[in-house]
């Protein structure tokens, strides 16, 4: 129950949002372009970022740009 605890630990990296426009979900509500974000967990294919709602939230890699 490693994500119990995601909001509150240190973060692993930091990346930057390259872009907002998905083609299938909607994600400019939670993510700004050019805004970096704290990375909370990763996988093959998301990333776990702390989003604009406050909240962790998982995105696909492609949004993401590592610093």
């Not at 083609?23 to 700004?32: F, H, R």
């Amino acid at each position: 129950m490693i994500h119990t605890a995601w909001s509150t630990r240190q973060a692993q990296k930091q990346v930057v949002c390259v872009h907002d426009k998905a083609a299938k979900y909607v994600v400019n509500n939670v993510l700004t372009t050019g805004k970096t974000y704290n990375v909370q967990n990763e996988t093959e294919e998301f990333i776990f970022i702390i989003d604009n709602t406050g909240k962790v939230g998982g995105f696909y890699k492609d949004y993401f740009r590592e610093i």
